[in-house]
């Protein structure tokens, strides 16, 4: 099993949908979180920290779960330009993060 | 403004050759790190430094060397042992644990 896991879509949505990732992490000791955006053939680039208490950022949301072990990230009003790719990060105090492998995005018009 | 700053954008190795690819911050940051990414393949990671003379190495360190003598730089040697090098590299660094990672544009390495 790894150590986080996204399903990996993807996800097709039309214009204006609201649609939601889960990621799931194996490590109880995990202590920051992290979604990051990554356009095709592009680096990634921070969308959003994530906190216990959950936090907004215009139409993005960020939970994270401790108690089941995963985080969240809603879209809401989808934009063609939110056709990404989307990676969780699951970190530890200290000492090198892991990645998931993605969900892949597809705004439609 | 402050970044990170990968070079080059695209390289080409030759069966047997080392390469080095180039990573510079001035984001005073401590923590920096080399990152492989295949086509539609997620991160993976090669070697991390948390401190200027100190590196670990990551999940998929053979056939990869690195140093980091000053606090700005990390380069990465690809060397000839590495046998499946193409690849999108990426180099971040970050403050700590606590904060998210500063990516480069990254490298594309492919051997002709």
């Known amino acids: 099993r790894k150590e986080v896991e996204q399903d990996p879509g993807p996800f097709n949505v039309p214009e204006g949908a609201t649609v939601a990732f889960n990621c799931t992490y194996s490590n109880s000791a995990s202590q920051s979180f992290f979604w990051y955006r990554q356009d095709c053939r592009k680096e990634p680039k921070l969308l959003m920290s994530?906190?216990?208490s959950g936090n907004e950022d215009g139409r993005f949301t960020a939970q994270l779960n401790r108690a089941s072990q995963y985080i969240s990230l809603l879209i809401r009003d989808s934009k063609l330009s939110d056709s990404a790719t989307y990676l969780c990060v699951v970190s530890p105090n200290a000492g090198k993060s892991t990645f998931g492998d993605g969900t892949t995005l597809t705004v439609k018009p | 403004d402050g970044g990170i700053t990968q070079s080059p954008k695209y390289l080409f190795r030759k069966e047997g050759q080392n390469v080095t690819l180039s990573c510079e911050q001035n984001?005073?940051?401590?923590?920096m790190y080399w990152y492989r990414q295949d086509p539609g393949q997620g991160l993976r990671l090669i070697y991390y430094s948390q401190i200027v003379n100190d590196f670990q190495k990551g999940d998929i360190a053979e056939g990869y060397s690195v140093s980091r003598e000053k606090k700005e730089s990390f380069p990465l040697t690809v060397t000839s042992a590495q046998k499946n090098p193409t690849a999108f590299y990426l180099c971040a660094s970050r403050r700590d644990g606590n904060y998210g990672y500063t990516f480069g544009s990254g490298t594309r390495l492919t051997v002709v």
């Open positions: 984001l005073n940051h401590d923590a």
């Open positions: 994530v906190y216990s």
